[in-house]
């Protein structure tokens, strides 16, 4: 079976990694011939570099998984024969709705039609749509080839078997999927995400700690723990199991958690003080920031094989 991507660009193109990764047949869409010639040559080149460090997915080799990804300019016949089409387009309500505007003129009755949006609800996207039970939210983590949770989240009139569906999918290439049972603002990772900003913010903004100690209480406290098991896991092991947990620290918690400030502007003196010291420790400059994202991302693929380990010992 083809799966399929709607345009070409970084989300796009680390999907096919991810799916060619997972044996599977792929093409790529896209409105310009330019774009998907260096895409392809830009998923070459990182196959190239993730086999030689060792760290290339699947079973496959490098030119067995490129042979499973093939380019296409023309919708139609993009769509032929598809069974699963991800659309990676920038992250702006008109433009994706009107591209499930056209594809829902296109499509068969099974094949399911999967967003990569980050923040934008289902609702906001697939209303209306005549196949809207085929429809879904797949958001994937960037960078989705190390990271490999998604969130499926349905629209209110998602068929359940869409949802199984990519679920089953996501599990088969390897990634860590999670359903959502209704739509929320922000999804989940975003909103404990969004949490865990707005009070490093607090504590920076209040003078409590400098931003560079914020992020080391997370990257070699917090984070290291987070890394393997959850916040709720966490807090039943941290006692004889979570009754015993709520029962020791409900009362800390409540008290602590009552002394959280409102919701931050994340503007003004705060964002001065913690743009100074994050620039002074990564200056701001594309070059210095590619640098300290691929140092990043070979520690998200060292961290994930030492994961794959930890889990089959």
Request: proline share 5%; aromatic share 8%; glycine share 8%.
């Amino acid at each position: 079976a083809d799966i399929y991507f709607l345009f070409s660009g970084l989300i796009g193109r680390s999907w096919a990694m991810v799916f060619a990764a997972g044996g599977l047949r792929v093409k790529l869409y896209d409105i310009a011939e330019q774009q998907l010639t260096s895409a392809l040559e830009n998923i070459r080149k990182q196959m190239k570099e993730l086999e030689e460090s060792g760290f290339l997915k699947g079973t496959l080799s490098v030119e067995q998984q490129l042979a499973l990804i093939s380019v296409c300019t023309d919708l139609k016949a993009a769509v032929e024969g598809a069974t699963f089409i991800q659309e990676c387009t920038p992250e702006n309500l008109e433009l994706k709705k009107k591209i499930f505007g056209q594809l829902d003129l296109i499509v068969g009755d099974n094949v399911i039609l999967s967003s990569s949006t980050s923040c934008l609800l289902p609702s906001k996207l697939f209303t209306g749509l005549k196949h809207v039970k085929q429809c879904i939210v797949s958001h994937p983590v960037n960078p989705p080839y190390f990271v490999p949770l998604v969130e499926i989240v349905p629209h209110p009139e998602t068929d359940p078997s869409t949802t199984e569906r990519t679920y089953a999918l996501m599990k088969k290439i390897g990634q860590s999927p999670v359903k959502l049972n209704r739509e929320i603002e922000g999804f989940v990772l975003n909103r404990l995400q969004y949490a865990v900003i707005s009070e490093a913010w607090r504590l920076v903004g209040e003078g409590v700690i400098s931003p560079t100690d914020l992020d080391l209480v997370m990257s070699d406290g917090l984070g290291m723990r987070y890394a393997f098991i959850g916040p709720l896991e966490t807090m039943h092991l941290n006692a004889e199991g979570m009754s015993n947990y709520c029962e020791r620290y409900r009362e800390g918690m409540r008290l602590v958690l009552n002394t959280f400030g409102p919701v931050p502007e994340f503007s003004g003196e705060s964002e001065q003080k913690i743009n100074q010291a994050m620039s002074e420790k990564i200056p701001g400059v594309p070059k210095v920031l590619d640098a300290r994202r691929k140092w990043r991302d070979e520690c998200l693929a060292g961290l994930s094989k030492l994961k794959k380990e930890m889990k089959s010992d």
